[in-house]
């Protein structure tokens, strides 16, 4: 019988409604069967990296975070690029991984859902930051899924057909990686 497993969501974006959120709340409704998936919501509270605090005892957000990314099988990664790289806080997110070994190994991917010509830089700066945790970037999982906003329910999921099935099958990418790793 196969292992359920549990994809972390993580959005780069503090803005309530973002087309980040967006697409991570649809990854929710799109996880395939036996699949859990969790959205972190701790992005806020993190203290500013100080590697004077990267020690036990770590501060609760950061120990929550870490947490976090241990018990997921996979980590999905849905952030807007602020300009031309990673949004401050989501950077600060990052670098509270460094000192931890929780995202080491661990099958990652992210979605572009900015428009087309738009966000490279953030994908190049988690391409960076993500080698240089040791997480296990999952390359053909790594898409671009622009949001059009005509295409969002009055709960914020994308009910476009075929964006749903490209994030599903991000989500099925990340799933077989995590089964891989499950068989040695």
């Known amino acids: ?24 709340r649809t ?32 501060p609760e957000p950061v120990a929550a975070l870490r947490t976090a990314i241990d018990e997921a099988d996979a980590v999905l990664v849905c952030t807007p690029e602020y300009a031309g790289t990673l949004p401050g806080a989501f950077k600060n997110l990052l670098d509270w991984t460094v000192g931890g070994t ?27 930051v993500l080698g240089y945790t040791g997480a296990d970037i999952v390359e ?14 009055a709960d914020g999921v994308i009910t476009d057909p075929d964006a749903r099935e490209r994030l599903g099958h991000v989500l099925g990418l990340l799933t077989e990686r995590a089964a891989e790793i499950d068989r040695g």
């Open 140 to 153: 053909p999982a790594c898409v671009r899924i622009a949001v059009d906003r005509n295409a969002v329910d």
């Open 102 to 128: 929780e995202i080491c190994d661990k099958p990652t991917a992210w979605v572009n859902a900015a428009a087309p010509g738009r966000g490279q830089g953030a994908e190049a700066t988690l391409r960076t």
């Open 27 to 58: 990854a929710r409704t799109v996880a395939p069967t036996g699949v859990r998936t969790v959205l972190y919501d701790g992005l806020a509270a993190l203290p500013h990296f100080n590697p004077d605090d990267d020690a036990d005892p770590l």
């Open 1 to 24: 019988m196969p292992v359920p497993h549990a994809i972390l969501l993580l959005s780069g974006s503090l803005r309530s409604g973002s087309s980040n959120e967006t697409v991570l």
